[in-house]
């Protein structure tokens, strides 16, 4: 028995025992090899070039929405619904929450395909799974002839100082983490979903963020891929100053595209990495599979698409920082993009990256600045631009989504022609409340201070005055 055989030997009896595939077991051990010889996942500065330009999907003609119209039928829609929102104090899938309409996420999903006539499959992780199916038991039309949904596996916990199974007794659920959303294609392969999906005759896949309330499918880019023959897509937008420390779209030198995460930007090109002169474009994680080229990939690479490692250092309980270090193996579901040959990556309009990541989200997407339209998109209402503007809202009194609640009880505020909010301190709306222009509260005193119904706020309000 070689050595790594032996040190691995505790994680797979782990994984056995939790009843995981073979198929994924063995794509852990094969990262689990990489940490423990030395592979840090990074991607050198020296090893890249940026890419200066991509086809626009703004100058798309529309002959290619007319080729989008006839694919339809061959066509999946694959969302990502593994995510609770913890970091907003949800303790239920973050796509349940309501945010346009008395609708939730996963609401506005459904209706979107249902409209568009295409089968809905989420990838659910274990935290995910129940509540959300029982939602889309609303919705019967969906999915006659496929699954709702696949399983987002899970992985062990590594200890930094020795490589071992890290152990915590007083939480043991604390003991595993999700590898990632880059988990897509073998949870794909060991759950049958794929193979379904091509029996029952689908060639393309739409997959992107259950959050993103952008990503829908478009029949110009739809129409695009398939005129084209592109194996795997990557929809990319401009990169703004807030998209700097995201990953961005590369190449190698051999001009093969590839996706570069800042866990694998070496800190010396930290510089290089955020200048978004330099690297222009940012993945929405907006991704189109050609699935019979992603099968035939997988088949012939022992179920592996061998994408690059992400090696994340935590602590095992993340909120104890003294807590035992740990690495989690991680890999990007748009890094697949350096695995095809003949892959490409289009330049999408910013409307079609509309995450809800913060409290600041969503309280822009629950005002009238934003409007869910007849197609059950969410688009910037009226003469609005489609750049983001600026929410800040305090952190210690706005973070979480029971804390917004409460302090908007009343419904949150006309954000239509407001350019800024900033909130400092605690305050509670009445309703009919409008923001207009620039708008700056602050309240330096240990008292909540209430906003009356009907209030016009512009420019500066502090307290005391």
């Known amino acids: 028995m070689d050595s790594m055989t032996h040190i691995f030997t505790p994680f797979r009896s782990r994984m056995k025992a939790e009843v995981l595939p073979e198929i994924f077991i063995d794509t852990f051990a094969f990262y689990y090899e990489q940490l423990v010889t030395g592979k840090t996942g990074y991607i050198p500065e020296a090893e890249i070039a940026p890419v200066a330009e991509l086809?626009?999907?703004?100058?798309f003609p529309d002959r290619l929405a007319t080729i989008g119209k006839h694919s339809l039928a061959k066509t999946a829609?694959?969302?990502?619904?593994?995510?609770?929102?913890?970091?907003?104090?949800?303790?239920?899938?973050?796509?349940?929450?309501?945010?346009?309409?008395?609708l939730s996420f996963l609401d506005i999903i459904a209706r979107q395909a249902q409209l568009a006539n295409v089968p809905l499959l989420l990838m659910n992780s274990f935290s995910t799974e129940d509540d959300s199916l029982d939602l889309l038991e609303k919705y019967p039309?969906?999915?006659?002839?496929?699954?709702?949904?696949?399983?987002?596996h899970k992985e062990p916990k590594i200890r930094q100082d020795n490589f071992a199974p890290v152990e915590w007794p007083e939480n043991p659920e604390l003991e595993w983490c999700p590898p990632g959303h880059g988990d897509i294609y073998a949870a794909l392969m060991t759950s049958g979903t794929l193979e379904a999906l091509l029996e029952k005759g689908y060639e393309y896949a739409f997959v992107s963020n259950a959050d993103n309330l952008g990503a829908v499918v478009d029949l110009a880019i739809l129409g695009y891929f398939v005129d084209n023959e592109v194996p795997f897509m990557m929809e990319v937008a401009d990169r703004t100053e807030m998209d700097k420390k995201g990953g961005h779209l590369a190449q190698r030198q051999d001009s093969q595209l590839i996706l570069r995460e800042s866990a694998q930007?070496?800190?010396?090109?930290?510089?290089?990495?955020?200048?978004?002169?330099?690297?222009?474009?940012?993945?929405?994680?907006?991704?189109?599979?050609?699935?019979?080229?992603?099968?035939?990939?997988?088949?012939?690479?022992?179920?592996?698409?061998?994408?690059?490692?992400?090696?994340?250092?935590?602590t095992v309980d993340p909120r104890?920082?003294?807590?035992?270090?740990?690495?989690?193996?991680?890999?990007?579901?748009?890094?697949?993009i350096a695995v095809f040959s003949g892959a490409q990556a289009i330049r999408v309009p910013r409307s079609r990256f509309a995450p809800v990541k913060t409290t600041d989200d969503l309280l822009a997407v629950r005002s009238d600045a934003y409007t869910l339209t007849d197609d059950f998109r969410i688009v910037p209402s009226g003469q609005r631009k489609m750049q983001k503007f600026?929410?800040?809202?305090?952190?210690?009194?706005?973070?979480y989504v029971s804390d917004l609640d409460?302090?908007?009880?009343?419904?949150?505020?006309s954000l239509a022609e407001n350019k800024s909010l900033v909130i400092e301190g605690e305050f509670r709306f009445?309703?009919?409340v409008k923001c207009i222009g620039d708008v700056h509260l602050r309240n330096e005193t240990n008292a909540q201070i209430f906003i009356p119904d009907g209030t016009i706020l512009t420019g500066s309000l502090h307290y005391p005055a």
């Not at 600026?390 to 973070?399: A, V, W």
């Open 55 to 59: 086809p626009d999907a703004e100058q």
């Open 77 to 102: 829609v694959i969302k990502l619904n593994g995510g609770l929102g913890t970091s907003m104090g949800l303790e239920k899938a973050k796509s349940l929450l309501p945010i346009k309409d008395g």
């Open 141 to 152: 039309d969906l999915n006659h002839d496929l699954p709702h949904s696949f399983l987002q």
């Open 265 to 314: 930007c070496p800190p010396e090109d930290t510089a290089a990495f955020q200048d978004i002169n330099r690297h222009k474009y940012f993945n929405t994680n907006n991704l189109w599979f050609h699935l019979p080229t992603l099968y035939r990939q997988m088949r012939a690479h022992d179920n592996r698409l061998g994408l690059p490692m992400i090696r994340n250092s935590k």
């Open 320 to 336: 104890n920082p003294n807590s035992t270090p740990v690495y989690q193996l991680e890999t990007a579901m748009g890094s697949a």
């Open 390 to 399: 600026n929410i800040k809202l305090d952190g210690r009194f706005y973070k």
């Open 406 to 413: 409460a302090r908007f009880p009343q419904g949150v505020p």
């Open 430 to 432: 009445g309703k009919d």
